[in-house]
């Protein structure tokens, strides 16, 4: 992790100090502080002159320590996406899926052979969110939606096909995978916002509703098995300006044309993805108390 430039500036003071040719150029007083180099570029000292090249120093090797981090991050992250058939792996691999298109063996300059598109088509890439799902059994389901008019719906029969003969092309021998699209689960929020009366009741209110409108939408992309968790919605509500509390009286979820059940932590959802129960608009079911 890069260092600071004062903890690499004062390293190197602290170098100079074991150099008994060097330990005699000190200002003859204490002299100012790292935070005031500042002042050096108009001093006519010789210890000004070379505290600023220290410095300079200083800062340079702070910017290369950062480009370290930053590849090191780049490689992590690479090797994260190499390991063929994880969970994000896969993720990855579904929203590189392209309608219309047919995936082919490609022999790259190494005389690997890699099964993708040739061209790539990021217009054709319909998948918006998908979730992945291993049983008890070993059974790995898939679940993907696609946009339309800002929301997630469910694939259409020959689309859902055509994705899972994507994935048949892709994927290990000997593995179970499933690709499904079923419509949204529902869920429907009774709960308490306690927020300060000094700010507009209006505004929190949006805030709030689109704050957790935001973590459901966003479920599918940032879990890989598309679970509500209660205390990450909470975290979503309470990140709202002017917002000091919520109390949660009662959150139920189901299946589309299931049946509610009560969630306590987490709720795993059949379809991946999840959005408010048209019949418990969050307008009617949120409480506001001003504080």
Request: glycine content about 4%.
């Amino acid at each position: 992790m890069a260092r600071t430039v004062q903890v690499i500036y004062d390293q190197m003071i602290e170098e100079k100090e074991t150099k008994a040719n060097l330990a005699g150029l000190l200002p003859s007083d204490p002299g100012p502080s790292f935070e005031d180099l500042l002042d050096d570029i108009t001093s006519l000292s010789k210890v000004a002159n070379w505290r600023l090249w220290i410095y300079l120093h200083a800062f340079a090797t702070f910017v290369l320590e950062t480009l370290f981090d930053t590849f090191k991050a780049d490689v992590e992250l690479i090797k994260a996406q190499a390991q063929y058939g994880t969970d994000p792996w896969w993720i990855d691999r579904i929203f590189e899926f392209q309608l219309g298109d047919t995936v082919i063996d490609i022999v790259d300059e190494d005389g690997k052979i890699i099964t993708a598109y040739d061209p790539i088509d990021e217009s054709k890439r319909i998948v918006a969110a998908a979730a992945i799902l291993t049983s008890a059994a070993g059974i790995v389901t898939i679940k993907v939606a696609k946009e339309s008019g800002g929301e997630l719906v469910i694939f259409d029969t020959a689309e859902v096909t055509s994705i899972n003969s994507y994935k048949n092309r892709i994927q290990p021998t000997g593995e179970r995978i499933t690709v499904i699209s079923l419509n949204a689960d529902l869920i429907k929020i009774f709960a308490d916002i306690f927020f300060d009366a000094q700010f507009d009741l209006s505004i929190i209110e949006a805030n709030v509703e689109a704050a957790i409108t935001d973590y459901l939408t966003s479920l599918s992309l940032t879990s890989l098995s598309g679970t509500v968790n209660t205390n990450k919605l909470i975290d979503a509500v309470q990140a709202v300006e002017g917002v000091n509390d919520i109390d949660i009286n009662d959150m139920q979820a189901k299946p589309a044309g299931g049946v509610f059940v009560v969630i306590d932590r987490e709720y795993d959802t059949s379809a991946g993805y999840v959005k408010t129960d048209p019949a418990f608009l969050l307008a009617d079911t949120l409480t506001y108390v001003a504080q």
